[in-house]
């Protein structure tokens, strides 16, 4: 299931030139928090499989705090940036933006980028 999510931000990507005017603006914020739920489902699979237990627990708020916990200090800060910008993404206007700078392509690509920069530090 995480693969999946992650997938389907690619292919948003790979086909986000077939769109224009708002219609691209809301396929790159869905890529964006479709990125975002990728990288927190594996990054809680991984988890997981060195002890960790997310049962009750708000999956959103606990990743920082393990990867914190076991020494990723620059892996938790670029997670609470990362769902900074996919809070940008999913609920804010242009202009009350906190870390998301434009939605364009780029964005997007760096976006998926980052996450799977992030992904492959936790082993």
């Known amino acids: 299931m995480s693969r999946g999510f992650l997938k389907i931000a690619e292919d948003i990507l790979k086909n986000v030139d077939d769109y224009s005017g708002n219609h691209r603006e809301f396929y790159i914020r869905t890529g964006i928090s479709r990125a975002y739920y990728g990288l927190i489902w594996q990054l809680k699979e991984r988890l997981e499989k060195q002890g960790y ?8 708020h606990f990743i920082p705090k393990v990867l914190a916990d076991i020494g990723k200090f620059k892996e938790a800060k670029k997670f609470e940036e990362l769902k900074t910008i ?15 700078k434009t939605v364009d392509k780029r964005t997007l690509k760096t976006y998926i980028k980052n996450i799977h920069l992030l992904i492959s530090r936790i082993g």
């Open 86 to 100: 996919r809070n940008d993404a999913d609920y804010r206007y242009k202009s009350e933006f906190k870390k998301l």
């Open 53 to 60: 237990n997310f049962k009750g627990k708000n999956i959103h």
